[in-house]
């Protein structure tokens, strides 16, 4: 049985950094392919950032260039740095893990519970 448990979010001021970490376990981690999701108040759920099994990474354009997203497979470990945060960046985080299907990634149904990120002065 897979589980997902994610860690490091808080609050932050604009400008500011936060390193969000998804752990996996359950899983043979290194030969799926794993996203952050997040879900403003009021708002559907968006993929941020994901990754393949063979490292292929991919952003959102409200992100890209400020976040970074990569794994340690030796820790089973998904991470998300957080630079240059705003205000709209303000959600929940979810990681996913999912599929590499033709070196893309695609989400499955394997979530973690969510941590908060607040971005505010």
């Known amino acids: 049985q897979v589980q997902l448990v994610e860690s490091g979010g808080g609050l932050v001021q604009p400008g500011g950094s936060l390193r969000l970490s998804c752990a996996a376990s359950?899983?043979?981690?290194?030969?799926?392919?794993m996203g952050w999701y997040r879900q403003a108040p009021g708002k559907k759920r968006e993929l941020v950032a994901a990754?393949?099994?063979?490292?292929?990474?991919n952003y959102a354009d409200s992100v890209n260039g400020r976040f970074t997203i990569f794994r340690d497979e030796g820790k089973n470990t998904m991470y998300l740095q957080m630079n240059s945060l705003k205000p709209e960046d303000t959600a929940v985080y979810y990681c996913?893990?999912?599929?590499?299907?033709?070196?893309?990634?695609?989400?499955?149904?394997?979530w973690g519970q969510g941590t908060q990120v607040t971005v505010s002065s």
């Open positions: 996913n893990l999912g599929q590499t299907r033709s070196g893309s990634y695609y989400p499955d149904d394997y």
């Open positions: 990754v393949t099994s063979g490292g292929r990474t």
């Open positions: 359950g899983s043979i981690f290194s030969i799926y392919a």
